[in-house]
C-alpha cells in the first residue's frame, strides 16, 4: 500500500489513523503543500489526482483519492477493528459527526481557501485567522451538542470510529491557528482520550517523516 500524503493535511491524518488503527503497513510519500507553490499542483501529482488535494492510496490497482472514500475502502477490505459500525442505525450516526468535520468544517478551511481568502480577497494573515476562528467555533459549538448526546469516551459510546479519526484532525488545526477551545470540554475529553491511543500517536502529524 502506498500514502501520498503530506505531514499536516488533515486528510492526510485521518487516513494515517485508519491504517494505524487496522495495523495496516504502507509506503508513505511526502507531496509538500506549500514549497515551491505546492507540489500537489505538479503535473507527475495531477495524474494521480487531478484534484490536486492529497491523500492519494493505491492498494494493488486500487487508486483512491477522498480520505473518507479510501477509509471506508478500508474498512471493507480490511475489516479487523471496525471503524463504521454495522448496524445502519449507528452507521448513520458515526458518518454525521464525520461529516460535520470533513464536510463541513475541514473544506472551508483547507489551505487553498485560505490562500485565497487571505491573498485573492485581500483579507490578509489577520483575516485568514479572523475566518479560521469563525468557521472552528461555529462547528465545534454545534459538536459539542452533539456529543452529549452520542459520546462516551469516544464520539460514539467507548468505539473509536470514524467520528474520532475525523475530528482528531480538526482540532490539531484548531490549535495550530490559536482556537481557544475551553467552551468544548466534551469534544476536548473525548479529542484527548483517543489521542492517548497507540494508534493516533502513530498518526500525529509530528511523527511523521515529513514533518518540518
Ligand atoms: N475531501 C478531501 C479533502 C482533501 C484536502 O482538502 N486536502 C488538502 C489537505 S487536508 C490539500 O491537499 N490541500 C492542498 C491545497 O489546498 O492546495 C479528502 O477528504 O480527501
Redesign the pocket.
Known sequence: MKLYG?WR????Y?VRIALALKELSYESFSVH?VKDG?E?KLPAYKELNPA????TFIDGDVKL????AIIEYLDQVYPEHRLIPEDPKEAAIVRMLALDM?ADL??IT???ILQYVAGELDAGDEGKVAWIHHWVERAFTAFEARLQKTAGRCCFGDQVTLADICLVPQVYNAQRFGVDLSAYPKLMAVNDYVCSLPAFQQARPEAQPDAQ
Not at 9 to 12: N, V
Not at 52 to 55: A, D, G, H, I, K
Open positions: 503530506y493535511s488533515s486528510a492526510s485521518r503543500l505546492g500537489q490536486q488535494l492529497v491523500p483519492n477522498q480520505s473518507l470533513a475541514q473544506p483547507n489551505l487553498r
